[in-house]
């Protein structure tokens, strides 16, 4: 009985410096807020066309206010950001985006994005902050970030789908996004046809 103790003893270091590794190895849990989220490295990537598979429809009400579904854009580029105020990497992506959908509003492309678990006031200030122009959803349950659950995972935030004129989603970055990568997807997706 008494190597039990010992081994058990022995073992702790072993115990908590796997606990430490889980803890504060390179993992990307810094989304903020306290709630549980993971942010992405911010890699992008385009689909191929045969691997591409259809948006759900989502729909709601925007942060203004104003009824919004994803089908009001058939026919059109559809960039999709979740974000949240609370977000450290959504803060440091939202001027990338915004200058994007300035950049491609030309070019058929609408912007859409998902307020995520998020107080309106907070938000609204999100907005006003970065100058957003482009509507967002409000999504205090989870409820329309979950239906992407197919092509994002569910803890990921910020993220951002490309989704095609066909209504099937085209590239994705998970994590925060840049002006550069963001810009060379919309364009690669807007110019097909």
Same mark, same amino acid.
């Given at each position: 009985?008494?190597?039990?103790?010992?081994?058990?003893?022995?073992?702790?270091?072993?115990?908590?410096?796997?606990?430490?590794?889980?803890?504060?190895?390179?993992?990307?849990?810094?989304?903020?807020?306290?709630?549980?989220?993971?942010?992405?490295?911010?890699?992008?990537?385009?689909?191929?066309?045969?691997?591409?598979?259809?948006?759900? @429809?989502?729909?709601?009400?925007?942060?203004?206010?104003?009824?919004?579904?994803?089908?009001?854009?058939?026919? =059109?580029?559809?960039?999709?950001?979740?974000?949240?105020?609370?977000?450290?990497?959504?803060?440091? =992506?939202? /001027?990338?985006?915004?200058?994007?959908?300035?950049?491609?509003?030309?070019?058929?492309?609408?912007?859409? *994005?998902?307020?995520?678990?998020?107080? @309106?006031?907070?938000?609204?200030?999100?907005?006003?902050?970065?100058?957003?122009?482009? /509507?967002?959803?409000?999504?205090?349950?989870? @409820?329309?970030?979950?239906?992407?659950?197919?092509?994002? /995972?569910?803890?990921?935030?910020?993220?951002?789908?490309?989704?095609?004129?066909? *209504?099937?989603?085209?590239?994705?970055?998970?994590?925060?996004?840049?002006?550069?990568?963001?810009?060379?997807?919309?364009?690669?997706?807007?110019?097909?046809?």
């Amino acid at each position: 009985m008494r190597r039990l103790p010992r081994l058990a003893f022995a073992l702790i270091p072993l115990v908590l410096l796997t606990v430490a590794a889980c803890t504060f190895g390179d993992s990307d849990i810094d989304s903020g807020g306290g709630q549980g989220f993971v942010a992405g490295d911010g890699s992008a990537q385009v689909i191929d066309a045969a691997d591409r598979v259809a948006a759900p @429809e989502i729909a709601g009400q925007t942060l203004t206010g104003a009824e919004l579904a994803l089908s009001d854009f058939a026919g =059109e580029v559809v960039v999709l950001n979740l974000w949240a105020s609370w977000c450290g990497p959504c803060r440091a =992506e939202a /001027p990338a985006l915004q200058e994007v959908y300035t950049d491609s509003r030309s070019q058929g492309v609408m912007f859409v *994005g998902i307020n995520s678990k998020d107080q @309106e006031a907070a938000a609204a200030a999100f907005e006003s902050n970065f100058g957003i122009t482009y /509507p967002s959803l409000v999504d205090a349950t989870g @409820e329309l970030q979950l239906a992407f659950y197919d092509s994002v /995972p569910a803890s990921s935030i910020p993220w951002t789908l490309v989704i095609d004129r066909d *209504g099937l989603i085209a590239a994705r970055v998970l994590g925060p996004s840049t002006y550069s990568a963001l810009s060379d997807l919309v364009n690669e997706v807007a110019a097909e046809r």
